[in-house]
């Protein structure tokens, strides 16, 4: 389970190695193809990540009387008190020229009267949500994949997962100065471990809901950049802060699906099941109140009177109305026997976004020369104590750009021959059942002490768990041969750790981490920043 002492040329070579096939790292792609060989590496097939399932759309400011100062003001009352201005000044003011790169592409984005039809949110002020019906993600992927195949200079490598980022330190060479080398990943077609080599590497892996039971992430988001930069030495910050999105569809058939934050937009009221409507009485904003606040309402309502789950009631506006705006959520509630024409959708929170993550600057840089992070890996301080709806796909674009403009203009070291993956000391598993049992055990006591809510005796009972996990797959990864379910175990592992001791850090509650031993909030809002062990 480590690099060979015996150094080869045989690797696989390439000027930009990009771990993930999300909005970030096909627009990274686009935009470095040109003048760079670019190979994109992902763990299940192009399609398979987050990206896809983004539904309600892209925050810009493309409407008349809208301002770039409102969608700034907007997301620092999201982010609550946390965001970094100068981080979030530059994503929204680059927002609207992201929006034509793909309307170029052919993105089909709707259109009212000849112009863009703008959606509206919870915590925008304005209507500035641009949008591909109800399935916004899917149509953008799909553009920017068909882009991707035709584009020479783009090499894809699909069902390969990332083992571990290559330094010196990891190769055991002293005295060397620290930097990305490449990569190790697991091509799952052959069962070996192949050898990247790159002189710069993007990590766009997406997030880490999967840490959690209940999520409306797909199978991917595992936070295997996250962890694997943390291990190469890279600081990340605000892992505490853990998007639930209000309204996951409630019902034993219905795996993960979200109903999109645009329902709420257009006038959906949250109900008790006798039909009483709460938000009103939790926040003046009522159901266009920022996530953390509708979700915790809802978490409160369901503890307080017992609840499976709350309603999402949109049945007073016509079914034309909703065919035409909501027309993938509309079919699958009608799949399922729910026809939200004429009743309520049941629904229950869901881990839906990691907003901390590697710590980078505005160029995508992290702490490691040669290694940059794009997405929702990143911890730019865009999002702060809490992601406004739809800024999370502006973050992505403009992100990977601003990082491909820094790639282009440096000039680094050439790239040393690199060991191959030595496994000849480890044995294949014969017990299978340790690995899915420990994902069980891992994500349910993370929803249940680490979720919505959380206490200092919950977060210590976590941490007592987590630490005997991690010793438990470190022993199991030593001496096995490595499966992409153990590489996925391990990075949840080490999320869950990074998660549980960002929470033990904040003596305060802000944002989306509510501690009931420090409810009130700090006059002064300060980052959590974990540095890895030298």
Known sequence: MTPSTVFTTSAHQFDVLI?????????????????????????????????????????????????????????????????????????????????????ELGVPFSQEDGHLHLTREGGHSERRIVHVTDATGAAVQETLLSKVRQTPNITLFEHHTLVDLITPTKLGLTGEAQRCLGLYALDEATDQVLTF????????????????????NPDTATGDGIAAAWRAGCRVGNMEFIQFHPTCLYHPHAKSYLISEAVRGEGGRLLLPDGTRFMPDHDARAELAPRDVVARAIDFEMKKHGLDCVYLDISHQPKSFLLEHFPNIYARCMALGIDMAAQPIPVVPAAHYTCGGVVTDLDGHTDLPGLFAVGETTCTGLHGANRLASNSLVECMVFARAATLAIAQEKPPSAPPLPAWDDSRVTDADEAVVISHNWDELRRFMWDYVGIVRTNKRLDRAAHRIALLQDEIQEFYAQFHVSRDLLELRNLVQVADLIVRSAQSRHESRGLHFSRDYPQTDTIAEPTILVPKA
């Open 19 to 103: 771990v993930g096939s999300g909005l970030a790292g096909l627009s990274a792609a686009l935009h470095l193809a040109p003048t760079h060989r670019v190979a994109i590496l992902t763990k299940r097939s192009l399609n398979d990540g987050s990206s896809r399932w983004a539904q309600g759309g892209i925050a810009a400011v493309m409407g008349e009387g809208d301002t770039i100062e409102s969608h700034l003001q907007d997301t620092l009352v999201a982010g609550a008190g946390l965001c970094d201005v100068e981080a979030t000044r530059f994503a929204v003011s680059h927002a609207p020229e992201t929006i034509r790169w793909l309307q």
């Open 197 to 216: 080599s790159a002189p710069h590497t993007i990590l766009a892996t997406g997030g880490a809901g999967k840490v959690y039971l209940y999520t409306t």
